[in-house]
T-cell receptor, first 116, second 113 residues
Framework: AQKITQTQPGMFVQEKEAVTLDCTYDTSDQSYGLFWYKQPSSGEMIFLIYQGSYDEQNATEGRYSLNFQKARKSANLVISASQLGDSAMYFCAMREGQKGRRALTFGSGTRLQVQP | DADVTQTPRNRITKTGKRIMLECSQTKGHDRMYWYRQDPGLGLRLIYYSFDVKDINKGEISDGYSVSRQAQAKFSLSLESAIPNQTALYFC????????????FGPGTRLTVL
């Protein structure tokens, strides 16, 4: 089974509108972390936001927020007031709490295109 | 200067050649990782190291080896490159702690002919 599922291969949004990128995850661990990364066309991986499994409040970082629904095992990224520079690939990733394994498992990504 | 650097940034090589990709960091992080990304896919873990003497295989370690020469340096070797190792390779680092957030280098684009 996929550990991280991103069901939207591509998304379009109008500039200045909000957009939600979906991510569902699968783990039996109680302790885990969820991350979102942005990959522009230049190729680098940029960390955006983190949500811990025990965090009671949704994480926010500027225009980015994470809609964390633990019971549904979803961790959707919300980008408010989209900008042209937000056009990129977005990856959801999970770090599980198993002892000795704290690397990341990535989803296949969502390509977001912001239209003027 | 970038906190995580990778050399070379681009490399074209031939089947059967030995290739080394290098990663250096100035973030003071103890943990380092190597991932590969194939077109249209997410990243997959090759090897990871929690400190200089602790190196672990990831999900796709076959055909690769690593060396952690110092806390700040982590090298990935392809002993005998093959075409399906053509990919974008990323080094990442993290600091042991509650979030263990990984920060990535700029990537090395490797083409094996």
């Amino acid at each position: 089974a996929q550990k991280i599922t991103q069901t939207q291969p591509g998304m379009f949004v109008q500039e200045k509108e909000a957009v939600t990128l979906d991510c569902t995850y699968d783990t039996s661990d109680q302790s885990y972390g969820l991350f979102w990364y942005k990959q522009p066309s230049s190729g680098e991986m940029i960390f955006l936001i983190y949500q811990g499994s025990y965090d009671e409040q949704n994480a926010t970082e500027g225009r980015y927020s994470l809609n964390f629904q633990k019971a549904r095992k979803s961790a959707n990224l919300v980008i408010s007031a989209s900008q042209l520079g937000d056009s990129a690939m977005y990856f959801c990733a999970m770090r599980e709490g198993q002892k000795g394994r704290r690397a990341l498992t990535f989803g296949s990504g969502t390509r977001l295109q912001v239209q003027p | 200067d970038a906190d995580v650097t990778q050399t070379p940034r681009n490399r074209i090589t031939k089947t059967g050649k030995r290739i080394m990709l290098e990663c250096s960091q100035t973030k003071g992080h103890d943990r380092m990782y190597w991932y590969r990304q194939d077109p249209g896919l997410g990243l997959r873990l090759i090897y990871y190291s929690f400190d200089v003497k602790d190196i672990n295989k990831g999900e796709i370690s076959d055909g690769y080896s690593v060396s952690r020469q110092a806390q700040a340096k982590f090298s990935l070797s392809l002993e005998s490159a093959i075409p399906n190792q053509t990919a974008l390779y990323f080094c990442a680092t993290s600091l042991t702690g509650p979030t263990d957030t990984q920060y990535f280098g700029p990537g090395t684009r490797l083409t094996v002919l």
